[in-house]
């Protein structure tokens, strides 16, 4: 005899905590015309997971402030007035981000990172040397990116399958490897591109390009990393589910 209607009836997805009978909340929609409830799309999902890797909309606002802070005191009073708005923005980050009992290594390394940029724009004596460091940054991740397509092991799959539950030998099988691969792949396009903006808008001096670039890239890379954890885990569920994913020859 099948016991599935049994195992329906204590299924815990049914009996969660605070969740209402789908019988009863289909009335009372009915009742005052409201529209069914719509599952949460892929986009958003991946929109919520890259928000909050960069700490939500406060850890966001906290990351901008300085660099917002420094070219807006550039433009209004010059360089003097830019380091003192910098040095307040990142002390009050700071200050922000213990308040939010987030990990005291990330609030002092932001200020260390503040520290290190003003320190580079004092000794060359001009505010768009406050842009120096991250503006070469993107080369250290494009060197790591393509050493490690070369190597044949993406660096997207060593960081991401762990996260996803994926199998260890996650290079033996195809669709993981070559969803990391294709993930590495676009990266390493982005930070050539965002290298290359970089260079430009920071030799012609464009200062607003410049804080635009270190406020919005990070955006743009935590959106695409929590994309490649939505893909890596369809994948790693596929093959757990009765689809596995094709393995690789032996030779490969």
């Not at 991401?160 to 994926?166: A, E, F, H, Q, Y």
């Not at 030799?203 to 490649?228: C, I, N």
């Given at each position: 005899m099948?016991?599935?209607?049994?195992?329906?009836?204590?299924?815990?997805r049914q009996?969660?905590?605070?969740?209402?009978?789908?019988?009863?909340s289909?009335?009372?929609?009915?009742?005052?015309?409201?529209?069914?409830?719509?599952?949460?799309?892929?986009?958003?999902?991946?929109?919520?997971?890259a928000?909050?890797?960069?700490?939500?909309?406060?850890?966001?606002?906290?990351?901008?402030?300085?660099?917002?802070?420094?070219?807006?005191?550039?433009?209004?009073?010059?360089?003097?007035?830019?380091?003192?708005?910098?040095a307040?923005?990142?002390?009050?980050?700071?200050?922000?981000?213990?308040?939010r009992?987030?990990?005291?290594?990330?609030?002092?390394a932001?200020?260390?990172?503040?520290?290190?940029?003003?320190?580079?724009?004092?000794?060359?004596?001009?505010?768009r040397?406050?842009?120096?460091?991250?503006?070469?940054?993107?080369?250290?991740?494009?060197?790591a990116?393509?050493?490690?397509?070369?190597?044949?092991?993406?660096?997207?799959?060593?960081?991401?399958?762990p996260?996803?539950?994926?199998?260890?030998?996650?290079?033996?099988?195809?669709?993981?490897?070559?969803?990391?691969?294709?993930?590495?792949?676009?990266?390493?396009?982005?930070a050539?591109a965002n290298?290359l903006?970089?260079?430009?808008?920071?030799?012609?001096?464009?200062?607003?390009v410049?804080?635009?670039?270190?406020?919005?890239?990070?955006?743009?890379?935590?959106?695409?990393?929590?994309?490649?954890?939505?893909?890596?885990?369809?994948?790693?569920?596929?093959?757990?589910?009765?689809?596995?994913?094709?393995?690789?020859?032996?030779?490969?």
């Amino acid at each position: 005899m099948s016991h599935a209607p049994t195992a329906a009836l204590h299924d815990p997805r049914q009996a969660r905590p605070g969740r209402t009978d789908p019988g009863v909340s289909a009335r009372v929609r009915r009742v005052l015309d409201l529209p069914e409830p719509v599952e949460r799309s892929a986009g958003r999902a991946v929109a919520h997971r890259a928000l909050e890797r960069l700490g939500g909309p406060v850890g966001l606002l906290v990351a901008a402030a300085p660099t917002v802070a420094f070219v807006a005191a550039d433009a209004a009073a010059g360089l003097g007035a830019a380091l003192v708005a910098l040095a307040l923005a990142a002390v009050l980050g700071c200050a922000v981000r213990l308040a939010r009992r987030e990990p005291p290594g990330a609030a002092v390394a932001g200020v260390l990172v503040a520290a290190l940029c003003a320190g580079v724009a004092v000794l060359a004596g001009e505010a768009r040397a406050f842009f120096l460091p991250t503006t070469l940054l993107p080369v250290a991740f494009i060197v790591a990116y393509a050493v490690s397509l070369l190597a044949r092991r993406p660096l997207m799959g060593v960081v991401v399958n762990p996260l996803v539950g994926g199998p260890r030998a996650w290079r033996e099988h195809r669709d993981l490897r070559r969803a990391y691969t294709a993930s590495t792949l676009i990266v390493l396009a982005l930070a050539s591109a965002n290298l290359l903006v970089r260079v430009v808008s920071y030799l012609e001096g464009q200062l607003a390009v410049l804080a635009g670039l270190q406020v919005g890239v990070p955006v743009l890379f935590a959106t695409h990393f929590a994309l490649t954890v939505v893909v890596a885990r369809r994948v790693v569920r596929r093959s757990t589910t009765g689809s596995p994913t094709t393995p690789l020859p032996a030779h490969a």
